[in-house]
């Protein structure tokens, strides 16, 4: 079984940064590659930020040079930090991770609950 929890989440200015963290309760962390995704209501969930298991890391084109996604394979845990927030960031992100997957933006196996950010103008 893999469990994710998100965290980090919350009410932020426009302009301003957060940082979220999704810890995953596996022994093998560092064979999996995490992504972060996130949803508004009546829209689908979207890519965000990958990071797979070799390293590699992705972003989609509406977060390039704001966000960073990064791992702490002995802590579990992958991080997204989000700089320079716009509004049309507010949305409810959320960790997945798939095994030896190569493939980043998509074809994941587990979701956490996912931590709601909001940010305002």
């Known amino acids: 079984q893999v469990q994710l929890e998100e965290s980090g989440g919350g009410l932020v200015q426009a302009g301003g940064s957060l940082r979220l963290s999704c810890a995953a309760s596996?022994?093998?962390?560092?064979?999996?590659?995490m992504g972060w995704f996130r949803q508004v209501p009546g829209k689908e969930r979207d890519f965000v930020a990958g990071?797979?298991?070799?390293?590699?890391?992705y972003y989609s084109d509406s977060v390039k040079g704001r966000f960073t996604i990064s791992r702490h394979n002995a802590k579990n845990t992958v991080y997204l930090q989000m700089n320079s927030l716009k509004p049309e960031d507010t949305a409810v992100y959320y960790c997945?991770?798939?095994?030896?997957?190569?493939?980043?933006?998509?074809?994941?196996?587990?979701w956490g609950q996912g931590t709601q950010v909001t940010v305002s103008s």
């Open positions: 997945a991770a798939a095994k030896f997957r190569d493939t980043i933006t998509a074809g994941y196996d587990y």
């Open positions: 596996v022994r093998t962390f560092s064979l999996y590659t």
């Open positions: 990071v797979s298991w070799r390293g590699g890391t």
